[in-house]
Each structure stands twice: as structure tokens, then as C-alpha cells.
């Protein structure tokens, strides 16, 4: 079975200040994707990165880097120059060996001016 | 490109009574998913399209719940006899291989059974 552990029900960070988010998951597959998905209150889910496991190279999208560990098994996000926007619901997901995700129970970002 | 589109947005009914829900993919995603989400969790998968061939379902979907795509397009999740354990956010999301296969969301339908 795999599994996706998000340790952080909340976290809260200044606005321009930096965060990390954190992710470990469980697998079998040696062939996997991970995912950082966004979901802000009432509104749809967005992707936010992501990282294939046979990359070496951690994913980076403008102000959202990752930290794949992959013999750790873990997989933190890095939200940089934070922004009031940036505050949602952060989801952890794994892809392997199928075509679901498996994701974690989330992450509540709270964005202080 | 107008994203994935989920109807109704909400759906309040009583127990023991059928819903169905519809989902329209982005245009020519061939691959389209089911989710659901209860409060404070993520979303846990049901069950996934390709074209009108339904490939994968979870343990999760009952015999209570079926799904479609007959035309390989928009798919339909219909909840016989609902419980109120049937309360949640229906998620539905669509991928192309152009795209990588990532997953897009729509907005979901809440779903309260009384």
C-alpha cells in the first residue's frame, strides 16, 4: 500500500518570510511522481509542483522549489517571499504504479500580513 | 481551455434517495478521475476513465455508487440509497497525454445527505 504523511495540520508564516512544508510517503514502486497541490477555501484544487522520482533535480516553479529525498522518502515544499494568496490548504500526493494519486490529509497555510 | 467543470455545485437530499453528478473534462482529455473528500482529509480516489472505458475503482466505491462515460466524454457518479456517510466533496479531475497525465480539478459538488 502506499501512503502520504503530512506531519503539519497547520502552519503559519509572514508575509515575505519563507516556509517549508513537509512530506514523507511510502512506496514500493521504483517508477513514481509526487505532487504539491493547492486548494484554497472554496475553490478548486491546483497543481502546485512537481517531481518525478528518477529526476535527481529538485523541481522549482517561481517562488515554489521542492526537497526530494529520496531515500529518506521525504518531500518538503519551500513557499518563498510568501504572499497573502499563498494561503490555502497544501496537499502531498504520490503516483505510482497507477494512474490514482495517493494524497496526504493536508497542510493549512496561514498567510500573516 | 475552460477547465473542468462539475454540476450541480451542491446537492442537499435525504437519506435512501439517488443522486447523480456530472462532470465535464477539459476538451480531449482522455483520462478522467473520480475523488472524494471529507472534511479535513484529502482526497481519496474512486475511480478513473480512460475514454469510456473504466480501468481502475476502489475498494471505496460500494455497490451502491457506479459510474460512467459512455461517450468517452463527460461522466456521470450516481449514489444509490444514500447515507449520510455519503456526505463529502466529490471530486473530479481530467489529464491528457500532452499534458504529462497531470490531474486537473474541477470545482467538486458537496454532497449533504440529511
Known amino acids: 500500500a502506499q501512503t502520504v504523511t503530512q506531519s503539519q495540520p497547520e502552519m503559519s508564516v509572514q508575509e515575505a518570510e519563507t516556509v517549508t512544508l513537509s512530506c514523507t510517503y511510502d512506496?514500493?514502486?521504483?517508477?513514481?511522481?509526487l505532487f504539491w497541490y493547492k486548494q484554497p477555501p472554496s475553490r478548486q484544487m491546483i497543481l502546485v509542483i512537481r517531481q518525478e522520482a528518477y529526476k535527481q533535480q529538485n523541481a522549482t516553479e517561481n517562488r515554489f522549489s521542492v526537497n526530494f529525498q529520496k531515500a529518506a522518502k521525504s518531500f518538503s515544499l519551500k513557499i518563498s517571499d510568501s504572499q497573502l494568496g499563498d494561503a490555502a490548504m497544501y496537499f502531498c500526493a504520490l503516483q505510482g504504479g497507477s494512474e490514482k494519486l495517493v494524497f496526504g490529509k493536508g497542510t493549512k497555510l496561514t498567510v500573516n500580513p | 481551455d475552460t477547465g473542468v467543470s462539475q454540476d450541480p455545485r451542491h446537492k442537499i437530499t435525504k437519506r435512501g434517495q439517488n443522486v447523480t453528478f456530472r462532470c465535464d473534462p477539459i476538451s480531449e482529455h482522455n483520462r478522467l478521475y473520480w475523488y472524494r473528500q471529507t472534511l479535513g482529509q484529502g482526497p481519496e480516489f474512486l475511480t478513473y476513465f480512460q475514454n469510456e472505458a473504466q480501468l481502475e475503482k476502489s475498494r471505496l466505491l460500494s455497490d451502491r455508487f457506479s459510474a460512467e462515460r459512455p461517450k468517452g466524454s463527460f461522466s456521470t457518479l450516481e449514489i444509490q440509497r444514500t447515507e449520510q456517510g455519503d456526505s463529502a466533496m466529490y471530486l473530479c479531475?481530467?489529464?491528457?497525454?500532452?499534458?504529462?497525465?497531470?490531474?486537473?480539478f474541477g470545482p467538486g459538488t458537496r454532497l449533504t445527505v440529511t
Open positions: 479531475a481530467s489529464s491528457s497525454p500532452a499534458g504529462g497525465y497531470e490531474q486537473y
Open positions: 512506496t514500493s514502486e521504483s517508477d513514481y511522481y
